[in-house]
């Protein structure tokens, strides 16, 4: 049975530029894929399943299923049976759920017979969720609009993460909607990073506009956050809407170290090194976009 992997993302650095009238944030960030990644067998079947190893709510609205359905007429109704092994937590920032829905349509795209091109598949998985477009593409990328626009970026070397978070789930919609305006920003920091990268600079962490937000809503998120940036001071900020909270060390045993001293403090946390850009032969990666 084919398997695949679906990578979770951090977000180097998350800028929001301001509100657009269908209710969506326009962004600009620079998004890594990185090494934690769930497993998913699919098989083409008669009809469509989806079985996961863990508590994923109702499947109807599981992103899995969507991305399924969103591909599924237009191949003139075949099946899959899909099983999900989840190894990504749950509504942390990680785009989990996005991804898994990403590596189902590119595994689709082939098994079903569609073979849409990279514009297409991206089209499709802007429907599905904001973040999915850019497991097409994976490494690292800019992504801008409010997602859809992603641009790959070359990787550098080996860069180490501890990802540390409270062990609850955030809501993206419910941190978009808490977030003043003043949050907003003019992406400078976050497109600084880019040109940084393109020109050969190992990457950083930047900012993240969500973060504010995420800790006035969850005091435990800031504590976490604390404990974290206590272990690597200026190098932690969170992923996404949270609530994980990504630290960047020099070496593997260093991030093992604070990974280590983090999860006797009572948070889950795992140490992930960066997908490289160049590694992976994902059907929107466009190298000669580097
Ligand atoms: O696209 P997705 O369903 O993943 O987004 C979840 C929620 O996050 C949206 O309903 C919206 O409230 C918020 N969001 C946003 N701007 C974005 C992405 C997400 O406001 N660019």
Known sequence: MPSTLAHAK???????????????HDLVSVMQEVSLADRMEIEVAEDLQLRCDIECGPIASNLVMRAAHALRTEAGGPGTH????????????????SSDAAAAM???NRLWGLEYPCPVLTERAAAVGSDVPFFLTGGTALVEGR?????ALPSHGVSWYALTNPGFSVSTAAIFARLPSASWTDGTATR?????????AAPSLAVNALQGALFDAYPAALRCFQHADGLAPGHTVVSGSGPTIVSQFDTEEEATTAALALRKVGYWSCVVRNCPTEERNLPCRALSSL
């Open 10 to 24: 951090i977000n180097l650095s998350l800028e929001i530029l301001g509100k657009r009238h269908d209710g969506y």
């Open 82 to 97: 899909i099983t999900l092994h989840k190894r990504i937590p749950v509504g942390a920032g990680l785009g989990g759920g």
């Open 106 to 108: 590119i595994t689709l």
């Open 147 to 151: 997602g859809e626009v992603v641009t």
């Open 192 to 200: 600084q990073l880019a040109s940084d990268i393109r020109a050969g």
